[in-house]
């Protein structure tokens, strides 16, 4: 059997910590290998190095069978491998050729590419439009432009990372047409991702690293995606499912429910109409930036939205703020971590601040009890599993599923009658996003609401009874799950008519 | 190789002791300086009355206390609008106002005696600050108009103001034209705490205020306010803060608090409206401020350590002859070494000896 690259051995440390410890990863000649691990598992570590932006401490790497040890990414784009980013590096305001020419080494601008920029778009069916401005173009439209430009350097290895956290189904689906192509004609892909559904589908090979370590190597079809799934955490995970879905009465509404974008680049909310039945989880699916922030922010009561368009338990709750909110036991989760849902440069105690309902005793008349601000934060820590040496550790020092879980479990305790969630689990490790959907799966059992808004839908279809598309500020109704209920979502995620 | 690691907390032995480290690095860089510019036998004594007289001294050591009482005052204000990053710049013309507006009170009451003339002299201090920095308040408010412009340009106006008042309304009927105020009369004067100096409770007022911040700062949703609006304004938002209600209140609490200053400053040393009134402690608040890392126990000591390098530098300048720019040297140069030395928090010195 031929190797395109073998890694043997690979250890490189940061201070004390090894963010690889020895590990090994083959890539056959025209296939498609995945790269499994959590957040911190090491799989950046491994690929900067294959990609030459970092020097390992120890180990080999040969090319094609040859020595291989790039000292920068330029040396390794000359040796064939190309890397297609999970935060793409375009320029806005400059066409998709120009884009494409500009991530090309030693050449100018003054060169026409576009017809081998055609000649790929056809053969791989990447369509794009060379004289397009980037600007203009949606997520999955970028990443094809990412992509022609790492096959213009004729790639023997194309890594991509995480290629299909933004996209819409359909256009996963087209990537995988594409990507399979690929490895028949002869570019190895090495496929960094946590979607095991995914890498079941199409790669042949993976690798799976848990703590700077390799777990194993294997063929995913081999395995369950559960299987897969422990593999990687190291830890028996539980099964997702309603113990009782006891639906009551409606909690919650959103009427006719309009808005401006105060922002020149924001979406403009228009009539959303949506209802909240207690026990029940909704989620609204949809492509980030088509009016999620925008709506979460009106929810959580930072923007007023006006009179008589939220109702919560019959009260009309549209200029209220949003202590008083929680105060009535609606309660928030936003996306961003960092600055948002948490005070990076704050402990977790005070933190613990950030969402105190009056009931909870945490204040009085504005003083603050920090004993009892401290017993809520440990009680959060230790109910919701959050790794941390204590509630007195800043903010930022938690890693992304750590702190996702005190954000959660901060919500949690003051059992909400309603919580709102947006992104529950967006960057967060597998073992700590299948305990988040535990928790809210329980609280929901015990007769709360909750509405998820994500991007995720795999988190949607398998948390939500009641699924909505919110798509250029439109949200749908509810979709009829029974008849093709994957094919209308993915119609409507990108603005189609169901 | 030396190399700087974060921490992933921050060292609380540091928080102390970074301090001390800038103060010593001060010191010996005036040592230093002295060497190169004097002779021989007058670097130990220079350098004695600069750091230590002010603190052994009979007379200039309450003559610390009283310059240490206003800048603390001023401080503190700030240092709350500064956690929230509200940059109120211009304590100095809110110091103008209310010693304006206090001085105003006492003289209308001129030989009016009454315990209650003192507290109403100080009301009206804290008004007349707030008022003027309220002008800021609403124009930021209101129409997103920078805070450190408007604060800055109208400390210009109130020293003008300051002129025209004393050239106009409060000048002394038989001043001879001298554009200055009656002499305050007993009842309009701030009593004496220490016999024979001219230390004013204002001293003691200072640190009840240095108190009661560090309570609202700790204990108080209000000083959660603050720190999360400067910190993260956005997970302000989030907790239901009202960014324009922060905005408010800090530039009030900094304001009145210069008001008051003023007024000590008027009532006290002074014991006159004169246009000598305005004494930069408005801008050199800032450097107290931020010396204590905003801190309110911290601007207790940092406002003494200012206010020592005022007439250790003074008295320099009266027994040696040297410039009065010493004092600015020393401040400038003691905030330089009390940023460098705060990077000691968050991050530790690591003398790396494996190559690369």
């Known amino acids: ?498 | 190789m030396i190399k700087l690691i974060p921490r992933v907390e921050n060292s609380k032995a540091m928080i102390l002791l970074s301090p001390l480290l800038a103060m010593t690095l001060t010191a010996l860089s005036a040592l230093i300086i002295f060497i190169f510019i004097l002779d021989d036998i007058k670097v130990s004594s220079v350098f004695f009355t600069l750091f230590v007289l002010p603190l052994t001294d009979s007379y200039l050591f309450p003559e610390l206390l009283v310059k240490a009482a206003p800048l603390m005052i001023i401080g503190l204000g700030l240092s709350i609008g500064f956690r929230a990053g509200i940059w109120n710049i211009g304590a100095e013309g809110q110091y103008v106002i209310g010693g304006i507006a206090g001085g105003a009170v006492g003289l209308y009451f001129y030989n009016v005696e009454g315990f209650w003339l003192l507290p109403l002299m100080a009301i009206a201090s804290i008004l007349g600050g707030m008022f003027y920095a309220s002008i800021a308040a609403f124009l930021r408010i209101r129409y997103q108009v920078n805070e450190i412009l408007v604060t800055l340009m109208l400390t210009y106006v109130a020293v003008l103001f300051l002129s025209a008042m004393l050239q106009g309304p409060l000048r002394n009927p038989a001043g001879f034209n001298f554009p200055e105020s009656r002499i305050f009369h007993d009842s309009a004067m701030l009593p004496i705490i220490w016999e024979g100096t001219r230390l004013h409770i204002g001293f003691i007022i200072a640190i009840i205020i240095s108190l009661v911040a560090w309570f609202g700062i700790k204990k108080h949703m209000f000083g959660m306010q603050i720190k999360i609006t400067g910190s993260a304004p956005r997970a302000a938002k989030f907790a239901g803060f009202n960014d324009n209600k922060t905005v408010l209140y800090s530039l009030l609490i900094s304001g009145g608090l210069a008001g008051l200053a003023g007024f000590f400053e008027a009532s006290g040393p002074a014991g006159q409206l004169t246009p000598g009134l305005p004494q930069f402690y408005g801008f050199t608040a800032i450097i107290v401020a931020f010396l204590a890392r905003l801190h309110p126990i911290g601007i207790l000591f940092s406002s003494l350590l200012i206010a020592l390098s005022y007439v250790g530098g003074e008295e320099v300048q009266i027994e040696y002859n040297l410039p009065s720019s010493i004092t600015q040297i020393f401040q400038g140069m003691l905030l330089f070494y009390f940023l460098a030395c705060d990077i000691l928090i968050k991050y530790k010195v690591v003398l790396n000896k494996t190559k690369n």
């Open chain 1, 1 to 498: 059997m031929n190797y395109q690259l073998e890694v043997s051995n690979i250890t490189k440390s940061y201070g004390d910590l090894k963010a690889n410890d020895t590990v090994s990863l083959n890539i056959k000649d025209s296939s498609i290998h995945a790269l499994l691990g959590e957040n911190g598992a090491g799989k950046s570590t491994l690929v900067k190095i294959i990609y030459g932006s970092l020097m390992p401490d120890s180990g080999e790497m040969r090319w094609g069978g040859n020595s291989y040890s790039p000292k920068n990414p330029f040396e390794a784009r000359e040796n064939g491998i190309a890397m297609v980013f999970q935060h793409f590096s375009l320029f806005e305001s400059l066409t998709v050729e120009e884009n494409i020419i500009l991530g090309l080494d030693g050449v100018g601008l003054n060169q026409n590419f576009t017809d081998e920029i055609l000649k790929y778009s056809k053969q791989y069916g990447l369509d794009v439009n060379p004289q397009q401005v980037v600007g203009d173009l949606s997520v999955g439209a970028r990443q094809r432009v990412e992509i022609i430009r790492c096959l213009l350097q004729n790639p023997k290895l194309l890594i991509m990372d995480e290629p299909t956290s933004v996209l819409t189904p359909q256009e996963v689906s087209d990537l995988f047409v594409t990507l399979k192509k690929l490895a028949a004609d002869g570019c190895s892909i090495l496929y960094i991702s946590h979607k095991l559904e995914e890498v079941r589908e199409i790669c042949s090979e993976a690798t799976i690293l848990r703590g700077g370590r390799l777990v194993q190597s294997c063929v995913p079809q081999d395995h369950s995606q559960k299987e897969l799934a422990e593999m990687m955490i190291g830890k028996k995970l539980t099964e997702l499912a309603r113990s009782k879905i006891n639906v009551g009465s409606e909690i919650f509404s959103i009427n006719n429910l309009s808005k401006k974008s105060d922002d020149l680049y924001g979406v403009d909310l228009e009539n959303i109409n949506l209802t909240i039945r207690q026990g029940s989880i909704v989620g609204i699916a949809g492509v980030a930036g088509n009016g999620q922030d925008e709506l979460m922010e009106l929810l959580i009561g930072e923007k007023s939205s006006g009179d008589g368009v939220l109702s919560f338990n019959g009260q009309d709750v549209g200029l209220l703020g949003s202590h008083e909110r929680r105060q009535l036991s609606m309660f928030f989760i936003p996306e961003e971590r960092l600055g948002h849902g948490a005070v990076p440069d704050m402990s977790l105690d005070e933190n613990m601040l950030l969402s105190r309902p009056d009931s909870s005793g945490m204040t009085s008349s504005g003083v603050i009890d920090w004993s009892s601000v401290a017993s809520y934060s440990e009680k959060v820590i230790d109910d919701f599993n959050v790794q941390t040496p204590s509630s007195k550790m800043l903010a930022k020092s938690l890693s992304g599923g750590n702190l996702q879980k005190f954000m959660v479990g901060r919500e949690l305790i003051r059992n909400p009658e309603l919580l709102i969630v947006s992104q529950p689990t967006w960057g967060v490790d597998a073992g700590s996003a299948n305990n988040i959907h535990q928790s809210l799966i329980s609280l929901a059992d015990n007769g709360s609401a909750i509405l998820i808004i994500s991007q995720d839908l795999d988190e949607i279809l398998s948390l939500c009874e009641q699924i909505h598309v919110l798509s250029e500020g439109k949200l749908s109704e509810a979709v009829d799950m029974k008849n093709n209920g994957l094919e209308k979502i993915s119609q409507l995620m990108v603005g189609g008519e169901s």
